[in-house]
């Protein structure tokens, strides 16, 4: 079993927390890699994509609620994300409560053109936004420093992310359990535990996953408010896709992630879809702009509007997607296998 080292650090101001594990206590054989944990979610998608669509969207809307604003939040993690880095280079790791106690966070030579090439927006909207976070108090700025004010932690503490997060890890390590690729069991508070031992590794590893996800998508759909809304669409037929069957049967209809989509987009076809007043009460996107984003994927082809006024998905944009969904499950591969590593040897 791997132990906890703590150090005290007069450089850090305080305690510095350390994993430790002698090189002779790990079995490299046991030790998942990319690949595997990526062929058993495409393979498992059945069993995992509601869930996925689920702790997506939950993460989705806690980008747009603290500020009513993708791309402030979006400003905000990429800030933090770069101090997590520094932590990791200097392989100094903050549990969550030490990470939280503190009264700011600090990030050198911090430039709008980096962050415009971080996360792929004009400068002029970097600039506009973070002009915006300053006058909130979120953010202040010293020359090329900028300094992360204690008045916006609770702002982007994922205290329920962490859970959602730990739930779905636990999902996985079951498909890797019953299909003896792991032998320990895990439970989602013990993962729930090491995240937070390990917070500012393991939240590094976590903003890599989603910052690309959502840069990403934001390049396909044009806007953040958009993909938000496509994004609610499709949680919503998955989780009414799923409610006809059986789970003991499911399994054999739609085994993979190929296969679960088209499904999903032929059943969407014989289903309700959801209204604009719907997705404006979930996501708090104001209904108009909930409406004129849905025009927009209506003219783009992702979604259909039927008799009821109530929007569905269509297929034409599959081939469209792929290339990217296909990058983000590569991400989430290497989230989960160093997560999953991280639990297995703790």
Known sequence: MGHYLIDSCPFWGQTRLFLTMSIGQIDFSKVLDDDQIYDHVI??????GKDWMAHQWNWLNNVYWPFRDHYKYLILISLIEKTLQFYDQMKVVYSYDQYYSKSCLQIDKFSVSELCEK?????????????ELEELGVIKRQNKKIIIDRSAFNLVKPENQVKFTSRYVLLISQILNKEKIISRKLDSKNIEIIIKKNFTLCWRWYFRMQIPMIIGYNKMFKDLATFHVWATVCMNKAFNFSKPFDKNNIHTLTPDYVR????????DKKKNGVSAMSISDMTGIPRATVIRKCKYLLDEGFLNLDMKKQYGLTGSNINKLSPL????FKNKAKFLRKLLNLCLIS
Request: charged letters at 25%; glycine letters at 0%.
């Open 325 to 328: 969904q296909k990058e983000v």
């Open 119 to 131: 996360l792929n927006l004009p400068k002029e909207t970097i600039r506009r936004k973070v002009i």
């Open 260 to 267: 679960f989509n088209n499904n999903l987009i032929q059943a």
């Open 43 to 48: 393979n498992n998608y059945d069993l995992l």
